[in-house]
Each structure stands twice: as structure tokens, then as C-alpha cells.
């Protein structure tokens, strides 16, 4: 049975996103973590419970409905925001700038950096100060402004860029008063879930993480993190990547 080693004893943890695909994965990779107490899995549907994951569900996220969760969850040691969007029945992520379309932009946006920093807003406070935190936001590579050569994709890229500013942002105003935690956005590499699934067709499997895989993955990055690491995005094997 793993640990997350540097953090102390009977943490409790929270997920966010818990019925998506690697989001699910870490609720359980977490409730299989020696010394974590307790998972709080926030989902919008409701996720099966054990002894060690207490399932919330959460329709809809908006400052009320985060304000009475935080008020409802103990000190938090590691929150993780799983949340993210690319594509649904109605639309794809854009190939050439003709298809962008404000309503697209927005819902897109809403989901990958709106949502995530409301979440970081209300459950910033709730991590513990007198040891170490971690509030982890799941980004992108695509995210990386320096690493855009191919082009594309305009409403997620743009996202996961602003999502990584409010990450940097959260974390030079959250270091000010606790001084044991780090946020930080994390790349889960490329994986098996159905934000993926209409994007596979040309990849070599071995390219394609489990998402047990990537949970484990991403977890040995929060279990390395410093204070000193907080603002930056980190790719599942703790490369950093760069703005
Ligand atoms: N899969 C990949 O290859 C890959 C690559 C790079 C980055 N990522 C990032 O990793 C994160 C997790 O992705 P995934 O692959 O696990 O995707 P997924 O299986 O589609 O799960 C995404 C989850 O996000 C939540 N969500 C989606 N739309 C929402 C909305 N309108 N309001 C509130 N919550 C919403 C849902 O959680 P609930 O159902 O629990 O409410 C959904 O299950 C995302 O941020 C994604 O951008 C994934």
C-alpha cells in the first residue's frame, strides 16, 4: 500500500472532477494511500462510496455551492482539480480559426479555467498551514504558450494558458500565509478517457496512459513538490513545463 511521503499522518484529501476518467482514478489511488483518512470525492453525479471515499455531489459549481462545501469539509492536506473540457456532442476543438465561436470560447473556458480557480478560491483556505499542502489543477501541454508549434485547437489551448496564470497568480498570494503549501497545475500526459477518445486514432499505444497509469504518476509529483515549485505546471514524470 503506497504513502504520500513528506505530508504526515490521517489526511484527508479532496477530488474534484471525481467521475471523470482520471479523476476517478485518483479517488482511488488515493483511497488505497496508507496514510490518507479520508477522499472527498466532488463530482456532479454522485460516486460510489467506501470506508475511505465520501462522495458529494456538486450539479452545480458556483461561489454559494463551493462556499457551503467548504464550510461542510475539514483542514484539507492535497486538493486536486480534475475538471476539464475539449469537446462534447455539439462541438470539437477548432482546427482553423473560422471555427471558433464565442459560445464555444465561453463554455470551454468556463470549464477549464473559470471553474478550477473558483474552486481554488474556496478550498485555498481550507488547506492546513502548520504542514505541508498541495491544491493541484489539472492542465495541459497544450497549455504552454512556448510549446504551441502546431497551432489549432484555440478554445482549450487558450484556456489551459489562462488556467496556468491563475495557478501562478493563486500561488504567489497563497505563499504569503501559507508557507508549507504549493499550487501548482499538473500535464497527465496523454490518457485513456473519454476527453481523449476521439483523438486516438493515430496514436502508438504505448503513448496512451492508463488512467491508473497517470493517477499514480501525478501523485509521486505531489508527494516531490516543494513551496518552492508553487505556481509552476509539472508533466506527469515531474518535467516541469515551461509558459
Ligand atoms: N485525457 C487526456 O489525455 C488529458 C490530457 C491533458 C490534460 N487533461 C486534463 O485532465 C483533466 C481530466 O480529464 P479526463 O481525461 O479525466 O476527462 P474526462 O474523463 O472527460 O473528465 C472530465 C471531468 O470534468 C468534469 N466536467 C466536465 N464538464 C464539466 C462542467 N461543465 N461542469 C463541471 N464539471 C465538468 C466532469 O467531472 P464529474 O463528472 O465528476 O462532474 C468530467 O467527468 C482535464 O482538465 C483535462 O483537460 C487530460
Given at each position: 500500500m503506497p504513502r504520500l511521503e513528506g505530508f504526515g499522518d490521517d489526511?484527508?484529501?479532496a477530488v474534484f472532477g471525481a467521475s471523470g476518467g482520471i479523476g476517478e482514478a485518483l479517488v482511488q489511488s488515493l483511497a488505497e494511500t496508507r496514510n490518507v483518512n479520508r477522499v472527498y470525492a466532488v463530482s456532479r453525479t454522485i460516486c460510489e462510496a467506501s470506508q475511505f471515499i465520501h462522495p458529494i455531489g456538486c450539479p452545480e459549481y458556483s461561489d454559494q455551492t463551493l462556499r457551503d462545501l467548504a464550510s461542510r469539509l475539514p483542514n484539507l492536506d492535497v486538493v486536486i482539480c480534475a475538471i476539464g473540457l475539449l469537446h462534447d456532442d455539439t462541438f470539437g476543438p477548432e482546427k482553423n480559426r473560422s471555427?471558433?465561436?464565442?459560445?464555444?470560447?465561453?463554455?470551454?473556458?468556463?470549464?477549464?479555467?473559470?471553474?478550477?480557480?473558483?474552486?481554488?478560491?474556496?478550498?485555498?483556505?481550507?488547506?492546513?498551514?502548520?504542514?505541508?499542502?498541495?491544491?493541484?489543477?489539472?492542465?495541459?501541454?497544450?497549455g504552454s504558450i512556448s510549446d504551441n508549434r502546431l497551432g489549432g485547437w484555440y478554445s482549450y489551448r487558450g484556456s489551459k494558458a489562462a488556467l496556468n496564470m491563475m495557478i501562478k497568480t493563486l500561488a504567489i498570494e497563497h505563499g504569503r500565509s501559507?508557507?508549507?503549501?504549493?499550487?501548482?497545475?499538473?500535464?497527465?500526459?496523454?490518457?485513456?478517457?473519454?476527453?481523449?477518445?476521439?483523438?486516438?486514432?493515430?496514436?502508438?499505444?504505448?503513448?496512451?496512459?492508463?488512467?491508473?497509469?497517470?493517477?499514480?504518476?501525478?501523485?509521486?509529483?505531489?508527494?516531490?513538490?516543494?513551496?518552492q515549485d508553487s505556481g509552476k505546471i509539472f508533466a506527469w514524470d515531474g518535467e516541469e513545463i515551461l509558459p
Open positions: 489526511l484527508n484529501v471555427q471558433i465561436t464565442m459560445q464555444n470560447m465561453q463554455k470551454i473556458f468556463e470549464v477549464n479555467a473559470f471553474l478550477p480557480t473558483l474552486i481554488a478560491k474556496h478550498m485555498l483556505p481550507k488547506l492546513r498551514k502548520d504542514r505541508k499542502g498541495v491544491f493541484a489543477a489539472l492542465s495541459a501541454r497544450v501559507f508557507k508549507h503549501s504549493a499550487v501548482i497545475g499538473l500535464h497527465p500526459g496523454t490518457v485513456d478517457t473519454p476527453l481523449s477518445k476521439p483523438f486516438q486514432t493515430n496514436m502508438a499505444k504505448a503513448n496512451l496512459f492508463s488512467p491508473d497509469f497517470s493517477a499514480s504518476r501525478l501523485l509521486d509529483v505531489v508527494e516531490k513538490v516543494s513551496p
